[in-house]
């Protein structure tokens, strides 16, 4: 049973765009979630993290928008680059976020 | 520091033969874990280790063994490989409520 679902499965951005990826949890005892980042033939790397006491957190161009009350969580790259072209997984964690449910993935592509 | 290292990069092998991936870390994490990737599915846990001494099934952990070797390293073992295991491995490791870091992850293809 998929936990955390994701959406899009892809996407193409235009560079300078906004890239939005959302995501979808069931289990209310999830209290981390992150974002990782992963590019082709590498390991994911952690990109920017949330705690539900806070709605949104922003680093640089990476905001997530996080909706308890929906059990729903976004991020929003602003500015898009053709750098950022890579997989992003969402995924949530309890329990200190030792166990962590990934979604299914997210392929940006971003465009010149 | 290395962070976390994966060995091999890279195998091949036939249906029912065994082999032993294995993962470091040089971050003194108390948490490792073993992940597999599979287009279209994320990545899904199947062993994890809280603290050195501890190991615990994750999602999909049916095929896999594992040994928590000391607080650096942790293996897993597939005895018996079959084709649905052909996937990508990452290990992982992690301190209490902190982020995860991967290692490079290890293709592996059972024929």
């Known amino acids: 049973q998929q936990q955390v679902k994701q959406s899009p499965q892809s996407l193409i951005v235009q560079k300078g765009g906004i890239s939005i990826i959302n995501c979808a949890y069931e289990n209310t005892a999830f209290d981390y979630f992150p974002w990782y980042q992963q590019f082709p033939g590498k390991g994911p790397a952690l990109l920017i993290a949330i705690r539900p006491d806070v709605s949104e957190k922003k680093e640089g161009r990476f905001t997530i928008s996080f909706n308890k009350s929906a059990k729903q969580f976004s991020l929003h790259i602003m500015d898009s680059q053709p750098g950022d072209s890579a997989t992003y997984f969402c995924a949530a964690g309890s329990g200190g976020g030792n166990k962590l449910t990934f979604g299914t993935g997210t392929q940006l592509k971003v465009e010149l | 520091n290395a962070g976390v290292t994966q060995t091999p990069k890279f195998q091949v092998l036939k249906t029912g033969q065994s082999m032993t991936l294995q993962c470091a870390q040089d971050m003194n994490h108390n948490s490792m874990y073993w992940y597999r990737q599979d287009p279209g599915m994320g990545l899904r846990l199947i062993y994890y280790?809280?603290?050195?001494?501890?190991?615990d099934k994750g999602e999909v952990p049916n095929g896999y063994n594992v040994s928590r070797l000391n607080k650096r390293e942790f293996s897993l073992r597939l005895e018996s490989a079959a084709p649905s295991q052909t996937s990508v491995y990452f290990c992982?490791?992690?301190?209490?409520?902190?982020?995860?870091?991967f290692g490079p992850g290890t293709r592996l293809t059972v024929l």
């Open positions: 280790s809280a603290s050195e001494g501890t190991t």
């Open positions: 992982a490791s992690s301190e209490w409520y902190s982020t995860q870091y």
